[in-house]
Structures are given as C-alpha cells and as structure tokens.
T-cell receptor, first 113, second 120 residues
Framework: QKEVEQNSGPLSVPEGAIASLNCTYS??????FFWYRQYSGKSPELIMS????GDKEDGRFTAQLNKASQYVSLLIRDSQPSDSATYLC?????????????FGQGTELSVKP | GAVVSQHPSWVICKSGTSVKIECRSL??????MFWYRQFPKQSLMLMAT?????????EQGVEKDKFLINHASLTLSTLTVTSAHPEDSSFYIC????????????????FGPGTRLTVL
C-alpha cells in the first residue's frame, strides 16, 4: 500500500507568519511530488511541483524535498487570510497501467487576521 | 494554459436516473484523464484512469458498470453515473495531464472545477 501522510490540522497561524505544512510518503521509488490547494467547496489547484532534493521557491511558496527521509514540505511566507484552505500533498505512483497521484488527507490551514 | 472544464457544475436528480458529466481540456490535448470522487471533509478518491481510445482502468471497489467512462477524443472524457442512488451523492472531479509536455512536468495534473451531484 503506497501511502501519503499529512497532519489533518487545523493549523492556525497569524497573518504575516510562516505556515509550515508537512508530508511523508512510503514509496521510496516516487520521484514526483505536488502540492495542491483546495478551497472549501472547490476543486484542487496545483500550486507547486518538485522533483529534486532541496528547495524550490515560487513567490511566497517554498517546497522542500528530502527523498532520503521520504519527506516533502510546503512553506508559505507572509501568510494571508486568503491562504486559508486545505493543502493536499500528492505523490506520483507508477503502476503497470501508468502513473497516478496518491493524495494525503490534506492539512487545513487557517490564517487569522 | 492547462484549463480543464466540467459540465454541469451541479446536478440534482431522482433516484434511479442516470447522469452524465463531461470533462474537457480546453487548451491542450489530454491523453490521460482521471475521475475522482470527494465526500465532505474527506480527501480525493481516485475512481478511474481514462486513456484516449482505450478502456478505462478502474480502482479497486469502483463498479465499472455503474460508473461508465468514455474518453473518445483527446479533449473530452465523460463519466456516466447509471441508476444513481442517494449514496452516490458526492463531488465528482476530473483531472487531466497535458500529453504534449515532455520531461517531469508531464505528470502534473490539472483539475476541473468539479460537479456536485445530489441524488434525491
């Protein structure tokens, strides 16, 4: 069973703070990792993808990947109330029929003004 | 770029009827599309993987005769919920991969806005 684990939260941070979201995965073969943001009642939106060890920055978002520890994280700097959403970690799993994403259960983030 | 649409955005139907949901990639060719279901406060559950021109691959526990998937073109996949019952009420979301992208980014999936199904 290939699994992706996230803390369900809710994670509450004050406006302007750094929000840190964490994810661990069980499949050592995985090479592609994604963070999606999902607002309540809406579908997921891709915000970051990361494929190599280290950090990847895009605006206020930084994804961090450590394949040896099977750990991927998302940092949100200068958090805004509009960042309040559920953040889904997804890992690409390769099967005989091709690749499919395995999602974690999501971490609910609440940014307080 | 990478826009995926779904239609309808919501539907209410009577128990026993069939409902068809369309998923379209608007600005790219999607050789592979995915259908998910999401219940309130739960994560996404993959139902099936749809490849253009071939039969869909269903996840374990998903009834292929109840959830009919057709991927007849590179921009359109449909999900038909046959003989819907109240327990089928859920948020159905499709996603697509851009078949024209090479390299690692080819695995990125882009989601449609979802279809909320309510079966009375």
């Amino acid at each position: 069973q290939k699994e992706v684990e996230q803390n369900s939260g809710p994670l509450s941070v004050p406006e302007g703070a750094i929000a840190s979201l964490n994810c661990t995965y069980s499949d050592r073969v995985s090479q592609s990792f994604f963070w999606y943001r999902q607002y309540s009642g809406k579908s997921p939106e891709l915000i970051m993808s990361i494929y190599s060890n280290g950090d990847k920055e895009d605006g206020r978002f930084t994804a961090q990947l450590n394949k040896a520890s099977q750990y991927v994280s998302l940092l949100i700097r200068d958090s805004q109330p509009s960042d309040s959403a559920t953040y889904l970690c997804a890992v690409l799993a390769i099967y005989n029929q091709g690749g499919k994403l395995i999602f974690g259960q999501g971490t609910e983030l609440s940014v307080k003004p | 770029g990478a826009v995926v649409s779904q239609h309808p955005s919501w539907v209410i139907c009577k128990s026993g009827t069939s409902v068809k949901i369309e998923c379209r990639s608007l600005d790219f060719q999607a050789t592979t599309m995915f259908w998910y279901r999401q219940f309130p406060k739960q994560s996404l559950m993959l139902m099936a993987t749809s490849n253009e021109g071939s039969k869909a691959t269903y996840e374990q526990g998903v009834e292929k005769d109840k959830f009919l998937i057709n991927h007849a073109s590179l921009t359109l996949s449909t999900l038909t919920v046959t003989s819907a019952h109240p327990e089928d009420s859920s948020f159905y979301i499709c996603s697509a991969r851009d078949g024209g992208i090479a390299g690692e980014e080819r695995n990125e999936q882009f989601f449609g806005p979802g279809t909320r199904l309510t079966v009375l």
